[in-house]
Structure formats: structure tokens, C-alpha cells
């Protein structure tokens, strides 16, 4: 009885060189899309600012997931010069003046705002330069959904990151009372202002910012 001879041809397994070049090909592929898609988290914990990078959306106020899952390092007080962001920022907060110290006067343009405790804020502003969508969360002190807000989508707003607030077009008044209210997200804009310090002399904050002058602006605020 004779024995039939196979048809096709087995390829021999992979040797371990080949083994070791496929796996650091898929390791440094996996870090570029990790590096691409990273969103910036930023809280406070302890009175410890914690600046993170983060690979994945984290679930709201979870802290300890934020440490195990994101890249986190302690972030030094800002005194003169604003902050600004390309991308997403998520900003996690207990308390008006944590709100106020991580986000006035920053340049973001997507930005993300949790309430992480059942604290009542003060009816105060705080000034954000380009921003064009925001989200809130209050679920910590009202159940109810996230709500999200586009506020303008012009794409005559040219890229700030390195120019600052000097080529600051679209500037917005953030109500820190809303957080209070389950009402629903709301905001009105005004444009064409030449002079945003002295149309809006209640915001006294802004008369240490020069640079706010002699252009046009669009306002807009946020209730």
C-alpha cells in the first residue's frame, strides 16, 4: 500500500528573531496610535495638581483609574503666563477656586469640565480663550446626563498655541454657577467687541491682561 506524497508546501514556524521583530514592530505601532489619540486630564487631589496623559477616556472623578491607566505627574503652580491646549482637556474639580486656579485665562479649544463633589459654587467667571465645544458633568451633585455645547465651529480661528492670548479671537465667559442648576446648558455670544475690558467692566480680572485691546472679539457666555 503505497502512501500519497502532500499536495501543498508547510511553512516553518516562525524563528525566535523573526518573533522578537514582529512583537517591538507591534509594540512601537501600538505606542504611536496611543501617542496620537492621548487626551490631557488634569485635577486636583490632596491640593496636589496632577497633570495626566491619558490613552483612554477615564471614567469622571475615578482617581484611582486616572493613576493606574494614565500617565500622571505633578504640575507646578502657573503665575504669568497662561496655559494653552491643542487637544481634548478634561479638567476634574471639587471647588471654585480649584476651577478658577487650573482654568482661567487657558487657551483650549475642546474642553471637558466634572464636578467631583456636592459642593455649591459662587456665581463667578472665569475666562477661556478658543474654545468651541464644552462638556459638563454635575453628576456627582445632580443625576443627569452630560451635557455638551458647541460654540462656534468658524475655522477662521487660527492656531494660538504658541502666540497666546495675543491672537485670541473668540473669547468665553464660563459661569461657575451653572454646575449648581439642573437646567439645560446655555450660552449667547456677541460679536464685533472692540474692547472687551472696558464693554464688560464687571470682569475686573481682565484689566491685568493689556493684550485684551483694540481688536475684535467675539464674547461669549456660558450659563
Known amino acids: 500500500m503505497s502512501t500519497l506524497a502532500p499536495t501543498g508546501t508547510r511553512m516553518a514556524p516562525p524563528s525566535g528573531h523573526s518573533l522578537l521583530l514582529i512583537s517591538m514592530l507591534g509594540i512601537l505601532v501600538l505606542d504611536h496610535l496611543t501617542r496620537g489619540q492621548n487626551s490631557t486630564l488634569i485635577f486636583t487631589k490632596e491640593n496636589i495638581i496632577r497633570n495626566c496623559s491619558c490613552p483612554v477616556d477615564i471614567q469622571d472623578c475615578d482617581y484611582s483609574l486616572a493613576s493606574l491607566l494614565c500617565s500622571c505627574k505633578t504640575a507646578l503652580l502657573w503665575a504669568t503666563e497662561p496655559l494653552s491646549y491643542s ?45 468651541k465645544r464644552l462638556r459638563i458633568n454635575t453628576e456627582a451633585k445632580h443625576p443627569v446626563p452630560e451635557q455638551s455645547l458647541l460654540i462656534h465651529s468658524e475655522p477662521r480661528e487660527k492656531p494660538m498655541w504658541h502666540t497666546g492670548w495675543q491672537s485670541c479671537t473668540y473669547v468665553s465667559f464660563l459661569d461657575m454657577a451653572l454646575f449648581n442648576r439642573e437646567s439645560s446648558l446655555r450660552s449667547y455670544s456677541i460679536e464685533n467687541v472692540a474692547n472687551i475690558a472696558n464693554n464688560f467692566p464687571s470682569f475686573s480680572d481682565l484689566k491685568t491682561f493689556p493684550i485684551l485691546s483694540n481688536k475684535s472679539y467675539v464674547v461669549t457666555f456660558i450659563y
Do not use: R
Request: glycine share 6%.
Open 87 to 131: 487637544g481634548h482637556l478634561t479638567v476634574w474639580f471639587t471647588d471654585a477656586s480649584a476651577l478658577g486656579l487650573l482654568l482661567n485665562f487657558t487657551l483650549v479649544q475642546d474642553l471637558k469640565l466634572s464636578l467631583c463633589s456636592a459642593n455649591t459654587l459662587p456665581t463667578a467667571y472665569l475666562a477661556i480663550c478658543g474654545l
